[in-house]
């Protein structure tokens, strides 16, 4: 069974562009998160899908980030325009419930550099 | 609030031998969970292990164990038999019952030398 799986990997843009991250969950999960690690902070949450809707959006940090997630299957994470403070490790992460004793299972992440 | 503290930056251990990655937890709510991850230079976030509030005896997956005191609020892993493959960054984790949005500690950079 895949996991989960982002692309792209690595991204360098400049500032002031846009960059879009695709996060298609494990099959079945229902729950999509995406969390993110800027240079020497810890990893924070930004958001929740519960397949299609936004449960949880208390994360994002402003309006330059916009998430969807059309049909409740993959996800993307459009970042327009880039900031240098945008700069880290977005993670995409997906359960099948929410709850006590649910896992999260997470990706490899997209690294996104701006420049 | 929930906050996660993992006071050891960095540790070094042996190869073969046990470690003790420290991890402190502060919520207010009765039913959460603790994770841990590991995260090797490939960047995956890879799951490691669960303990539920009201699991009455400790997790145990593999080599991996986790000490969970829940008066002293602490969640330790344990990794018996170290091996170089060990050598990653690990975050403990910390999420409310009702919801699965987790609280990640800095991490610990661990590498086991041979």
């Known amino acids: 069974e895949a996991g989960?799986?982002?692309?792209?990997?690595?991204?360098v843009i400049e500032k002031g562009q846009t960059v879009t991250?695709?996060?298609?969950?494990?099959?079945?999960?229902?729950?999509l998160y995406w969390y993110r690690r800027v240079m020497g902070k810890e990893i924070k949450f930004l958001l929740h899908f519960v397949k299609e809707s936004k449960q949880d959006e208390s994360g994002m940090p402003?309006?330059?980030?916009?998430?969807?997630?059309?049909?409740?299957?993959?996800?993307?994470?459009?970042?327009?325009?880039?900031?240098?403070?945008?700069?880290?490790?977005?993670?995409?992460?997906s359960?099948?419930?929410?709850?006590?004793?649910?896992?999260?299972?997470?990706?490899?992440?997209?690294?996104?550099?701006?420049? | 609030?929930?906050?996660?503290?993992?006071?050891?930056?960095?540790?070094?251990?042996?190869?073969?031998?046990?470690?003790?990655l420290d991890c402190t937890y502060d919520t207010s709510?009765?039913?959460?969970?603790?994770f841990w991850y590991k995260q090797p230079s490939s960047g995956e976030m890879i799951f490691l292990i669960y303990q539920g509030s009201y699991d009455q005896q400790n997790a145990t997956e593999g080599r991996y164990s986790l000490n969970f005191q829940k008066a002293r609020k602490s969640a330790n892993l344990v990794i018996s038999a170290s091996q170089l493959?060990?050598?990653?960054?690990?975050?403990?984790?910390?999420?409310?019952?009702?919801?699965?949005?987790?609280?990640?500690?800095?991490?610990?950079?661990?590498?086991?030398?041979?």
């Not at chain 2, 975050?91 to 800095?106: D, H, M, Q, S, V």
């Open chain 2, 1 to 20: 609030a929930q906050k996660i503290t993992q006071t050891q930056p960095g540790m070094f251990v042996q190869e073969k031998e046990a470690v003790t």
């Open chain 1, 4 to 11: 989960v799986t982002q692309f792209p990997s690595h991204s």
């Open chain 1, 62 to 93: 402003n309006n330059r980030f916009l998430a969807e997630r059309t049909g409740g299957t993959y996800s993307t994470l459009k970042v327009q325009p880039a900031e240098l403070e945008d700069s880290g490790v977005y993670f995409c992460a």
């Open chain 1, 95 to 115: 359960s099948q419930a929410v709850g006590y004793g649910n896992t999260i299972y997470f990706g490899e992440g997209s690294w996104l550099t701006v420049v």
């Open chain 2, 29 to 34: 709510d009765p039913s959460y969970g603790l």
């Open chain 1, 21 to 31: 991250l695709r996060c298609d969950p494990i099959s079945g999960h229902d729950n």
């Open chain 2, 85 to 114: 493959g060990d050598s990653a960054m690990y975050f403990c984790a910390i999420k409310r019952g009702a919801t699965n949005k987790l609280i990640f500690g800095t991490g610990t950079l661990l590498a086991v030398q041979p």
